[in-house]
């Protein structure tokens, strides 16, 4: 584990210039994200901003047929205030903000949706599904209990659904390089890199099959700051999903990368040990603030680091032969 940085990060959330804790086995990306910390501070910074904050889970129940099914689902529609109340009477910080639902024959999935304050949410958003679980089945007894989760939600898988309605923080990201940066820093152009995003991450993901995902590898970055600041790592499934923008403006860079599901709290389980702790404190993450905004400052944090390698990388593989040098130098002179 190394801190990285600083990063200056720029938006409502924070204006600082942060160094992040990354833990990781492949030690090229403390100076790969480095370089792109670099950068930050070099130009006017990564502007970060949050599109959505939202945690999910789905309960399944099913109906003796798809007309009940279909009543129920239009009937808890229009009684989510009363829904509301049951999630409230689970939970101190968290708040239902929505459902959806999808019917398959009799199968009747509801996706609960919250706000968890500074909790990743898992636990929150599960006890409040047994609770909501229970309140339909007794107002609607012809309903049979078959999952506290149905996989609509989802958790730790790749999806289409998370992208779409949104499960953890939608961060943004996005940053102006001049072209005189990205030779100085980068060794390449900002066309270099709008040409490899386009033919790489765009092209090569959709016929590779990828997922609501077009990015180069921003699953490093994530585990590495989720292993540092206690998440739980197997987000990074649904957490690595996201796309990768890069343009020629004029000659400058336009860089930016998007992640609609970053996961993270800065309470609950994994936070006490005391590594976690030190980083969260380092990061600013423990301060006295409204419920949700230290995790909000984090996710942030999350989606500055992963542009930093983001675009560190993509430089690399515009110039022939430099990925596998720094390769061999960084990870072999270490044994």
């Known amino acids: 584990m190394r801190a990285v940085g600083p990063i200056r990060i720029t938006g409502a959330i924070l204006q600082e210039e942060v160094r992040v804790p990354m833990a990781t086995f492949e030690s090229p990306l403390w100076p790969s994200t480095g370089r792109g910390a670099k950068v930050s501070m070099a130009c006017a910074g990564i502007a970060v901003a949050i599109a959505r ?10 109906a003796p047929s798809a007309a009940i099914a279909i009543a129920t689902a239009h009937a808890l529609d229009a009684r989510q205030e009363e829904l509301a109340a049951v999630v409230a009477a689970t939970t101190r910080y968290g708040r239902l903000t929505g459902l959806n639902w999808q019917i398959v024959g009799g ?9 968890t304050g500074d909790a990743s949410g898992h636990n929150m958003v ?56 990205c030779t100085k820093l980068l060794h390449t152009t900002p066309a270099a890199i709008a040409n490899l995003n386009t033919k790489k991450n765009l092209i090569g993901t959709s016929l590779a099959g990828g997922i609501r995902s077009a990015n180069a590898h921003f699953a490093n970055m994530l585990l590495a700051v989720y292993l540092a600041t206690g998440q739980d790592a197997a987000n990074i499934v649904e957490g690595s999903q996201g796309y990768t923008t890069a343009e020629d403006r004029d000659g400058e860079l336009y860089f930016a990368v998007t992640l609609p599901n970053v996961i993270v709290g800065t309470v609950g389980n994994g936070k006490g040990l005391d ?31 992963v542009l930093c390698g983001e675009l560190s990388l993509l430089a690399a593989q515009t110039v022939p032969g430099e990925l596998m040098r720094a390769h061999h130098r960084l990870e072999r002179s270490n044994g």
């Open 275 to 305: 590594f976690v702790q030190e980083n969260l404190q380092q990061l600013g993450c423990l301060e006295a603030r409204e419920p949700g905004a230290n995790a909000q400052r984090l996710a942030a944090i999350v989606g500055a680091t």
């Open 53 to 62: 904050d939202v945690m999910a889970r789905s309960i399944l129940l099913e």
């Open 107 to 115: 199968l009747l999935f509801v996706r609960i949706e919250m706000q």
């Open 126 to 181: 599960t006890a409040a599904a047994d609770a909501v679980m229970t309140w339909i089945m007794e107002a609607y007894p012809e309903l049979q209990h078959v999952s506290v989760s149905g996989n609509y939600c989802t958790d730790k898988k790749a999806s289409a659904v998370n992208g779409i309605l949104g499960r953890g923080k939608h961060v943004i990201a996005e940053m102006l390089v001049p072209a005189a940066l």
